[in-house]
């Protein structure tokens, strides 16, 4: 929690950048990164550096190409981001790090309860249909992707995917909810809003995560603005990856 007292503890002004990792975050994550392949030259690269390059893309939200030039070359970064992306070395770095701060937490590694919403973000001028397709979102009014998110009650991310924008809610939940494959065995309630209503969202629920309830929390009758339970947790989460410039606007063609 953020106080007075522990305000030193995230202070990054004496970094060289305020998104590069301090030596406490490289010795949680340093471990997790995957160590070179057998045979041939030893690894000149500087995994470290190489990381940082990818916190400072998604933190600044600048162009591969304005990458500054103390860090390594942006086919590098670029390299080992998605080969970390391919072998799911990102995937372990995050639940690890989700194990973690559930614990700091006093909390259960693993959930009992969930909160599901989607996020519908325009894309870039890019490659076409035929390269990187898009949807168009008539609710939102929006062409491009959607996130779809599931978030526990502190509010850290669980899983998340990315499909077209035209892609239903209730169909893009289903695609989520599978996508868990077991990873979180002691899931039993979910809450999400109407957009989750009807038969073929539950009957997909049933089909991938049969041991969890439904429950729709659904909007204030009254006009004026009313937190709603349970909801506001995951609308939170969608604000802090707001936060993330890179995730502004979905800039990549994959």
């Keep these: 929690m953020w106080t007075s007292e522990n305000r030193s503890k995230y202070d990054r002004s004496k970094l060289r950048y305020p998104s590069d990792l301090t030596d406490e975050e490289w010795s949680i994550v340093g471990p997790l990164i995957p160590d070179a392949k057998g ?26 190409a304005a990458l ?20 799911r070395t990102l995937d372990r770095i995050h ?14 590694a693993s959930p009992t309860a969930a909160i599901i919403d989607s996020q519908s973000v325009k894309s870039a001028e890019k490659g076409g249909p035929c390269i990187d397709p898009s949807g168009y979102d008539a609710g939102k009014k929006i062409k491009g992707k959607k996130r779809h998110v599931l978030v526990d009650t502190q509010g850290l991310l669980m899983q998340a995917i ?13 695609l989520l909810m599978g996508s868990l494959f077991g990873l979180y065995p002691f899931l039993l309630k979910l809450y999400a809003d109407g957009g989750y209503q009807g038969a073929n969202f539950q009957a997909g629920l049933r089909t991938t995560c049969r041991q969890i309830n439904l429950e729709i929390v659904k909007r204030s009758e009254l006009r004026n603005f009313v937190v709603l339970p349970k909801r506001w947790i995951v609308e939170r989460t969608i604000a802090w990856l707001n936060r993330c410039r890179r995730l502004a606007k979905d800039w990549e063609c994959l």
């Design 68 to 87: 500054p030039k103390d860090l390594p070359p942006r086919s590098t970064v670029n390299d080992y981001l998605r080969r970390w992306d391919e072998d």
């Design 39 to 64: 045979g041939g030259n030893k690894r000149t690269v500087d995994v470290r550096a190489v990381l940082d390059g990818v916190m400072y893309i998604l933190s600044t939200g600048c162009q591969w």
């Design 95 to 108: 639940h690890a790090l989700y194990v973690l701060c559930r614990e700091q937490a006093g909390r259960e």
């Design 162 to 174: 990315i499909h077209a924008a035209d892609i239903q809610d209730r169909d893009g939940g289903v």
